[in-house]
C-alpha cells in the first residue's frame, strides 16, 4: 500500500474555550490507502468523526514518500505514524489576526465508542451456540465447538507445538487511528471453530470429511462447501447483531452512526443472500443430490502453509473484469466457497459452489484459467493472494511464518486489511497482481466437474 497526503478544510462543531481563537483550520491527513478515492473516503470520516465539520478540499490526495517531509519534523513524524498505524491527522489552525498559526492540536472526541461493552457483547453472541443442520430442531440439545477448517490433517499439519498463527480480532476502525492487522498464536482446538452445529449433526454429517481424505466425490465436496457456508452465517448473523445493539443503544456521534447504518444495511443484504444458498445446499443434502455441488481443486504435493475456509460473493476476477455489482441491493448475489482440504501425501485448494451460483462462479474461474494459461507460474500467487485477501478464517504455519522475509509479512498484513475495512471500496484490480513470490505455489493437478 501507498501513503498519500491531503488537506481539509475544516471548523470545529463545538465551541471549545480553549480553541476558540480559531476561525478554520486544515486537517493535513497521512493515509496508508491503495487509492485516491478510498483515501478521500476515509480522511472526512475520520475527520466528522473528530467532530469537525468539512468545508472543503484544500488539496487532494496525491501519493508521498519519507523524502517530501525532510526537513519538516511534523510531516515527517506523520508520515512515518501513518506507515506504522494506517492513519495519522494533524489539524493546524489560525487565529483571528490571520497571521498566527496555532496547533498542531486535537478536538476532544464527544462521542466515545463504549470498546468494552462491544467486545463483551461479541464474546456473548459467539457464545451464543444454534445447530445450523438442514434437518435441525428439537433434538439438537448438545451443541458443540464445530471446526469450520478441516482439524485432523490440515490444521494439525501446519501447527507447531498444536498452534498456528491467526489473524487477531479487529475492531481498530471503532478507535482513533484505524489500527493494524496483527498475528497471534493460538491453540488450533480455538481456532475456526464456531458454535454451529450440534453433537450429533456434526459428526454425522461431516464424517466423510472429518476423517477421510478428499478423493474429491461430489459429496465430500459439498460438505466442505457447507461447512464453509454454515460458518460464515453463524459469524455474520453475530457481526450484524452486535451492530444493530450499538445502534439501539444510541450513537450520538453523526458521523459514526452514519458508518454504522451502512454497515447494517450491507451486512443485511449480505446475509439474505447467504440465507437464500443456504436454502438451496439444504435441499441438495436432504435429498442426496451431490452433484448439485460444482468444483475446481487444485492439488499440490507441497507442505501446506496456511489452511483456509472461507466464502465471497465475486464482485471482480483475476482478469479485473466485474461479475456482480454487491452494491445493487435490488439483485441477488452469486456465491463461492472456497477451502483447504487434506489429500493423499499432502493438500488440495478447493473452490466450490451450488450450480444456482455457477453463472458468475464458471466466469471468475474461467478467468483464472486464462491467467495461468498466460503465465503458468502466475497460478499459485493468485490463489494464495485470494486466500489472503478474501479470508478471515485463515490460520498460518508458525514454522513458516517465522522465517518470512519482514516486508513480505508487512504486505499479507495490508492485504489482509481489505476483508476488514468497511470504509474501502474493492478496487477492480484487486485480484490481478500482489503478494508475488511469496508462498511459492505450485500445484501438480487439477480437477473438476465444471461444465
Ligand atoms: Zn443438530
Known amino acids: 500500500m501507498k501513503i498519500f497526503y491531503l488537506q481539509l478544510k475544516v471548523k470545529p462543531t463545538r465551541k471549545n474555550e480553549k480553541y476558540d481563537l480559531v476561525e478554520g483550520a486544515l486537517a493535513h491527513c497521512w493515509i496508508k490507502e491503495t487509492n485516491p478515492q478510498n483515501t478521500l473516503a476515509k480522511a472526512e470520516f475520520f475527520v466528522s468523526k473528530s467532530d469537525w465539520e468539512i468545508t472543503g478540499v484544500e488539496d487532494y490526495p496525491i501519493e508521498v ?8 519534523d511534523l510531516g515527517t513524524e506523520n508520515y512515518l505514524k501513518a506507515k506504522s498505524e494506517g492513519i495519522s491527522i494533524a489539524y493546524v489552525g489560525w487565529s483571528r489576526d490571520g497571521k498566527t498559526t496555532a496547533g498542531p492540536f486535537q478536538l476532544k472526541q464527544s462521542y466515545k465508542f463504549p470498546i468494552s461493552e462491544y467486545i463483551d457483547y461479541q464474546k456473548k453472541l459467539s457464545q451464543k451456540g444454534r445447530c445450523l443442520h438442514y434437518e435441525n430442531g428439537r433434538r439438537c440439545n448438545e451443541i458443540i465447538k464445530a471446526h ?11 501447527a507447531q ?65 457447507y461447512r464453509s457456508l454454515c460458518r460464515e452465517l453463524f459469524v455474520s448473523e453475530n457481526a450484524l447483531e452486535l451492530v444493530k445493539n450499538q445502534l439501539g ?180 484490480s484487486y485480484l490481478i497482481d500482489g503478494l508475488e513470490g511469496i508462498s511459492d505455489w505450485k500445484f501438480e493437478k487439477v480437477i473438476s466437474n465444471m461444465d
Open 161 to 225: 507445538n498444536g498452534h498456528v498463527y491467526k489473524i487477531s480480532a479487529n475492531i481498530g476502525f471503532l478507535k482513533k487511528n484505524k489500527g493494524r492487522l496483527t498475528y497471534k498464536k493460538s491453540g488450533i482446538n480455538k481456532v475456526s471453530t464456531f458454535l454451529g452445529f450440534c453433537k450429533r449433526h456434526d459428526n454425522e454429517l461431516f464424517e466423510p470429511i472429518d476423517n477421510d481424505l478428499l478423493i474429491p466425490t461430489d459429496q465430500q465436496i459439498l460438505l466442505y462447501s
Open 249 to 428: 443503544n444510541g450513537v450520538n456521534q453523526d458521523a459514526i452512526k452514519k458508518m454504522l447504518s451502512g454497515y447494517v444495511n450491507g451486512k443485511s443484504f449480505g446475509l439474505k443472500n447467504l440465507n437464500s444458498h443456504k436454502l438451496e445446499y439444504d435441499k441438495s443434502l436432504r435429498n442426496k443430490s451431490y452433484s448439485d455441488i460444482k468444483y475446481v481443486v487444485f492439488k499440490s504435493r507441497q507442505k501446506p502453509i496456511i489452511a483456509f475456509s472461507g466464502i465471497f460473493y465475486p464482485d471482480f476476477d483475476f482478469l479485473g473484469r466485474q461479475l456482480q455489482n454487491l452494491g445493487d441491493y435490488s439483485r441477488d448475489l452469486q456465491l463461492i466457497t472456497f477451502c483447504s482440504a487434506p489429500i493423499e501425501k499432502s493438500w488440495a485448494y478447493i473452490f466450490a459452489w451450488h450450480q444456482t451460483s455457477s453463472n458468475v462462479c464458471v466466469d471468475f474461474m474461467r478467468s483464472l484459467a486464462t491467467k495461468a494459461h498466460n503465465d503458468v507460474r502466475s497460478l499459485g500467487d493468485a490463489l494464495f493472494r485470494l486466500a489472503i485477501t478474501n479470508c478471515e478464517n485463515l490460520a498460518i504455519s508458525p514454522e513458516w511464518w517465522d522465517k518470512l522475509k519482514k516486508d513480505n509479512k508487512e504486505k499479507i498484513a495490508d492485504r489482509a486489511i481489505y476483508w476488514a475495512d468497511i470504509l474501502s471500496v474493492t478496487e477492480e
Open 148 to 158: 469450520s477448517i478441516q482439524k485432523n490433517q490440515s490444521l494439525s499439519a501446519i
Open 65 to 72: 514518500n519519507e523524502s517530501n517531509f525532510s526537513g519538516k
